[in-house]
Structures are given as C-alpha cells and as structure tokens.
C-alpha cells in the first residue's frame, strides 16, 4: 500500500504500521482479559446438568430433605450464565415428589465485578454480589439490616458441594442449607 506524500514522508510509514500493530496488540489483548471475566470461564466446572441431595432447615428448626436437580448454562457467548435448581421430597419422606425448593439465577459479569440475581419460587428476587473463589464461589441473601443467608459453593473432588448458613447480627451463624450434587450430563 503507498500513501501519499501528504499523509506520510519517508520513514514514517514505519511508525504506522508500528501503531496499528500496537492497537491490534491491545484490542486482542482487552479481548482476552474480557474473556477471563466472563461467568462461563469463571464457573466453567458446573455447566452442565447435575443430581443430587439436600436438606434446608426450616423457621421452625425442623431439617428437610429433597432430592435435587440442577442445571447450569452458558448464555449469550459465556457473557451470562443461568442455573435453575429444583428440590423435590424425597421418597419415603413428607409428600413424596413435592416440590420444596425452587430457585433460578442469573450471573453476569459489571464493571464491579461479578453479580447474580436470584429468584426463588417464593417470588423473592435480590441482586447480590458474588466472589469467585479459587474453588467456587460465595454470595449473600439479605434478610433484614443485619440478617443475611451466606452461600457458598464449591467443586469437592467430582461434587459440587454447596453450604448455606443464616447469621444474625449477634452471635454466630449456624447452617441451614446443604446439597450435594453428581454431574449427569452436559
């Protein structure tokens, strides 16, 4: 390609072709670290349908058990990432196939870092942060001013294990939540 004399003079079509490299360099390079913050890179390990059991606590203190089912998919080029959970009673126990825990969420990645909203098939909905851990991640429910559900999630050996805990302004949290889940599919 040769420019006109009014636009370059020799030497600088060097310089150029040096700025147009470096601006390729560091579009590739926004492009990546933008890859890095996407929720499906960052929570890769649990794409996929997954099976399992729990147990929540209920307001009266009495432990629930269900059996659970999963699933975790990438959105919108990775940019987003769903996951609906549904418990069921399980066989044997209270009303069997009853539907006791419903939830959906929504993780996106905001100039803040990551954010997740979470609905539950008792209507509530809340915007929360999350942290990704080395291993999984954690995030809060508020509850009131000082009362907060905190959990955490993580990939235990080939399980995903997630704990939920309820802690009050004073005094120390206690769990509340447990499910442990098996891939069974993609």
């Given at each position: 390609m040769t420019l006109p004399n009014t636009l370059a003079k020799p030497g600088q079509i060097s310089i150029i072709a040096?700025?147009?490299?470096?601006?390729?360099?560091?579009?590739?390079?926004?492009?990546?670290s933008s890859a890095a913050q996407k929720p499906a890179h960052a929570l890769a390990w649990m794409l996929g349908e997954w099976e399992g059991s729990g147990w929540q606590?209920?307001?009266?203190?009495?432990?629930?058990?269900?059996?659970?089912?999963?699933r975790a998919?990438?959105?919108?080029?990775?940019?987003?990432?769903?996951?609906?959970?549904?418990?069921?009673?399980?066989?044997?126990?209270?009303?069997?196939?009853?539907?006791?825990?419903d939830a959906f969420g929504l993780i996106t990645h905001t100039p803040t870092g990551y954010q997740m909203r979470a609905v539950t098939f008792a209507g509530h909905q809340q915007d929360v942060d999350m942290t990704i851990t080395e291993h999984g991640f954690e995030w809060a429910l508020q509850l009131g001013p000082d009362t907060r559900i905190v959990y955490t999630a993580r990939l235990d050996g080939e399980?995903?294990?997630?704990?939920?805990?309820?802690?009050?302004?004073?005094g120390p949290c206690r769990q509340t939540f447990e499910m442990r889940l098996t891939r069974v599919g993609d």
């Open positions: 040096l700025a147009l490299t470096m601006m390729s360099a560091t579009n590739a390079a926004a492009q990546d606590m209920d307001r009266t203190g009495t432990r629930n058990s269900f059996d659970v089912y999963e998919d990438a959105i919108v080029g990775g940019h987003a990432v769903t996951f609906t959970g549904r418990g069921y009673a399980p066989r044997g126990g209270g009303d069997p196939g009853a539907l006791v825990h399980e995903w294990l997630e704990e939920g805990a309820y802690c009050p302004a004073n």
